[in-house]
């Protein structure tokens, strides 16, 4: 527990002086002010974060991979195998998330945490195991809470890592069958939405397969009782172990005052437990996108987010991460290169 | 008036056929069908535009500039020399569109459309000027229908220009105060909406500029009563030569099937008459955003064209056009470089 206390302890507030500064400074641009919208409120938050001008020279997204217990309940549309399989695709480079990272100048770390099939340790795959997969969420606790401990402090540590070598964006992303159902039953046990409400199709289950995902997470539910205020209980009993690696990618981004890029729906439950964990973690949290998953609307209401694109993705691996980032190099070349009304000369207000 | 005959005659419609391959092949990448959302149907909109895979490597943004005598009338929050003074600033590159710009790898083409004062011809602007800025278009017509079609063919001459040196999406992009009267006046005339519907506060009036602006645009629609049918009507009219030169961009986008993303409200405006000139150029028009401006959401329904940003923008320049480059970056990188379900070993459900 120590090594999370102190992730928790390191976590701070804005600056709210230099977001102020900030503010100043882009009223000075040759622009009316506020013109921009978002992507002044954007520049705003990174100084406010960071302390600094907005700098995104460096960013990388976190792809965590896990297995789920909970797919024995016949919850997803796609069989188990195919979490191993998309890994060995990111590994290649051919996965929705490769393509769009590349496109967007960042690196993608692929971790496994936990998949019901060890891969080995090929080139370029991350290998943090805490078990082949989680137990059933619908019969008992998911994981034990020092495996939850285990999964977050290696998030954590990789996160760590990357910022030491630079990073100045970190995104999250995931792979898991399964994980949508765990982050719906995280979703609801936290903001206390009803499991309907927050439970979507994921990959595409038909209407029989919905029916029986929201009565497996009001059963989760159920089953494991979790006190919505303790997030570490809610992880352990309702999570997976990359949901729980992203916790840690998080917390530590938060820690440092580097900025993390939340993808979709699984990372806005991550976030949720990160936020139960340290509510000054969500200072360092930008919510990309808001997926079409349901809950994922839900989850950013209750943590006070408001998504930067809206393009009906779910597909998570980071897809959303991804293409956060042109916004974050848009609203740092604003802030750092336009000129000001007195350095060009041009007239403010008539 | 020849050569917009020429123009119009050669747009036509989407590829069907290969649009329904283009989403033949997005199903077969490794993904749940459509969990893409909206990059995937603009992919497949690049597609049944273009006839073959999308691809972004050269795009240019228009920003054209131009005077508007309706000024006159205290429509607008600053005065009228910040029309040069910006120009100026965007030959210097140190606008919002030039930074944002830089950020996609977009050119920018720089045009006096007719400016109130001439900056003669410094190095990097394009000199097509009609006159020295419109007529007063709350006492009568903008323009005459010959400056009208000047305007266009000079726009369309640009657009085929960069074209024809390889430019493979195009942006539009203005500056021109006073010109948010024009729009709103264009955008009432045009889709039937009211004055106060369509009319916001530009660059930043305040309440009494607001209801003056409001009322001018009422006067505006009274006193030249165009046919809402008569597209080139309505833009000698009520429009400006910068936005006559922005239909022109847009119909030889069309005619030459290259995309063309539109930027805020004016281009709006200019869309508006484009397609009300040419319907099927619809098919090469991308709402890059949703302007803060009201009359924009009006003209982008009337248009049945669905914005893919929504940040709050109300800059105008170009801007909102530079920001959705990434995203048609994406969408080609996606539709080129992902692996498939097959290629890949990925189970499809299960």
């Known amino acids: 527990m120590d090594r999370l206390t ?7 507030g804005p600056h ?25 409120e954007l520049a705003v938050r990174l100084v406010a974060l960071t302390g600094r001008a907005p700098c995104v020279a460096s960013p990388v997204i976190f792809t965590l991979a896990a297995d789920h217990g909970v797919v024995a309940e016949g919850v997803s549309a796609y069989p188990q195998s195919v979490t191993a ?12 998330v ?42 008992g606790p998911a994981m034990t809470l020092a495996q939850a401990v285990e999964a977050i402090a290696a998030g ?27 982050a719906s039953a995280i979703t609801a046990a936290i903001t206390g939405a009803a499991a309907a409400d927050v439970t979507g199709r994921g990959t595409g289950v038909d209407d029989a397969g919905h029916r029986r995902k929201i009565a497996v ?30 916790v840690g990618v998080m917390l530590a981004a938060a820690a440092h005052r580097v900025p993390v890029a939340l993808d979709g729906f699984i990372a806005g439950a991550a976030a949720l437990v990160a936020a139960t964990l340290a509510p000054a973690a969500r200072h360092a949290m930008f919510a990309s996108h808001r997926s079409a998953e349901p809950g994922h609307a839900v989850a950013l209401r209750h943590l006070g987010l408001e998504p930067y694109l809206s393009l009906d993705l779910r ?12 916004l974050a190099l848009a609203a740092a070349a604003v802030y750092g290169e336009m000129a000001t009304f007195k350095s060009a000369g041009v007239d403010g207000p008539a």
């Open 315 to 326: 597909l998570g691996e980071g897809t959303g991460a991804a293409l956060f980032i042109p």
């Open 85 to 96: 399989q998309m890994v060995e695709n990111f590994l290649r480079g051919g996965a929705a």
């Open 98 to 139: 490769n393509v769009l990272a590349r496109a967007a100048g960042a690196r993608v770390v692929v971790a496994d945490f936990g998949m019901a099939t060890s891969l080995g340790a090929p080139s370029g795959l991350v290998v943090r195991r805490v078990a082949a997969g989680t137990a059933n969420l619908a019969l």
């Open 6 to 12: 102190k992730l928790r302890e390191a976590i701070g």
């Open 16 to 40: 709210e002086a230099a977001a102020a500064e900030a503010r100043r400074h882009l009223d000075a641009l040759t622009k009316p002010p506020g013109s921009l919208g978002r992507l002044e």
């Open 217 to 246: 997470v009001e059963r989760a539910l159920r089953v494991n009782a979790p006190d919505p205020g303790d997030g570490l209980a809610v992880l352990a009993r309702l999570g997976g172990f990359e949901i729980a690696g992203l």
């Open 156 to 182: 954590a540590a990789l996160a760590e890592e990357a910022i030491a070598a630079g990073a100045d964006l970190l995104g999250t992303g995931e792979m898991g069958i399964g994980n949508t159902t765990a």
